[in-house]
């Protein structure tokens, strides 16, 4: 089965710093991964996506993610934190069907 | 551009009532739909899929079911709630098995 890990509940950044939200993945066959964020009491919105091609993959609010395959790993960064990037972060695999498994979710803490 | 949309934001239901929540999609044709539930604290497990109309494709065992009466509607009933009911239900929309788009949720307290 296709899933996702995300070992930090938290991740604490001060503005202006350079963030980073952790991620592994374990699946068979290529990895079709994918960030999302989620501020309080809203839906999910989506960030980026890794499907093929170039290992860096810009999204959205300055977000990028690098694909890293012999690690595994889809780490979320930014260059430079704002206080508003404050929010649950989901990194997410499609699995062999249309089903999306989610991560458990960090939350990012950008302190002014 | 597309949007998505559902209803009610929120929602306060006895133990033992019926349910019915709605998504409807707007500025696409025959998306695959979605139903996820977050519960307490973060996780978000999908309950129900939707490739068209009335075919409906079951997650996990419950006592809740959706339905797909019209191409970009989706609807998530249940005939009695349970506790383990509450909890934030999503709706989200993809083109085939790209992206899938979120709607804004449904909190729903069952007392």
């Known amino acids: 089965a296709q899933s996702v890990a995300q070992p930090e509940d938290q991740v604490n950044v001060a503005e202006g710093n350079p963030l980073t939200v952790k991620c592994t993945y374990s699946v068979s066959g290529n990895p079709y991964l994918f960030w999302y964020v989620q501020y309080p009491n809203r839906g999910l919105q989506f960030l980026l996506k890794y499907i093929t091609g170039d290992n860096l993959v810009k999204g959205s609010y300055g977000f990028e993610a690098e694909f890293n395959k012999s690690q595994t790993s889809f780490h979320l960064k930014k260059p430079s934190a704002l206080v508003s990037d404050s929010a649950l972060y989901f990194c997410?695999?499609?699995?062999?069907?249309?089903?999306?498994?989610f991560g458990k979710g960090t939350s990012l803490l950008v302190t002014p | 551009s597309q949007t998505i949309h559902q209803w009610p934001a929120t929602l306060v239901q006895p133990v033992g009532s019926p349910l019915s929540l709605e998504c409807t999609v707007e500025g696409t044709s025959n998306p695959n739909l979605y139903w996820y539930r977050q519960a307490a604290g973060r996780g978000l497990q999908l309950l129900f899929y939707s490739v068209g109309i009335g075919q409906i494709s079951s997650e996990v065992p419950q006592n809740l079911s959706a339905s797909r009466p019209q191409d970009r509607q989706f609807i998530l009933s249940s005939k009695k709630l349970l506790l383990s009911d509450s909890g934030f239900y999503l709706c989200?929309?993809?083109?085939?098995?790209?992206?899938?788009?979120f709607g804004p949720g449904t909190r729903l307290t069952v007392l």
């Open positions: 989200a929309w993809s083109v085939g098995s790209d992206t899938q788009y």
């Open positions: 997410a695999v499609r699995n062999s069907g249309y089903a999306l498994n």
